[in-house]
Nanobody, 124 residues
């Protein structure tokens, strides 16, 4: 019913940048937070960043803090993840997710809908 589509992934050199986008096809919630997670080979899906409905509050995993920036444009039903100073350990499939309510959490089980993921590969 609710579709999330990520885009912007690709192959970059270490130290480079990418901007991921996630668009929700239908706005079915009046208020929702959005989050970014990633899953590297052999690892569990982990929290990266979250942004509340109003866009005034963000939260980052330690691995992303200072390098990544999450933002949103509610008029476009889109959330972004700007990733700078990328490292090989950032290589993963990145997923956006929706959580009903004002504020998102770091727990993946709290999110209601997920995108299909977009591959980010950082070469050394």
């Amino acid at each position: 019913q609710v579709q999330l589509v990520e885009s912007g992934g690709g192959l970059v050199q270490a130290g480079g940048s990418l901007r991921l986008s996630c668009a929700i096809s239908r706005r079915t919630f009046s208020t929702y937070a959005m989050g970014w997670f990633r899953q590297a080979p052999g690892k569990e899906r982990e929290f990266v960043a979250a942004i509340n409905w109003s866009g005034g509050n963000t939260y980052y995993a330690d691995s992303a803090k200072g390098r990544f920036t999450v933002s949103r444009d509610n008029a476009k039903n889109t959330v972004y993840l700007q990733m700078n100073t990328l490292k090989p350990e950032d290589t993963a499939v990145y997923y956006c997710a929706v959580q009903r309510g004002e504020w998102g959490t770091v727990r993946r089980s709290d999110y209601d809908y997920w995108g299909q993921g977009t591959q980010v590969t950082v070469s050394s």
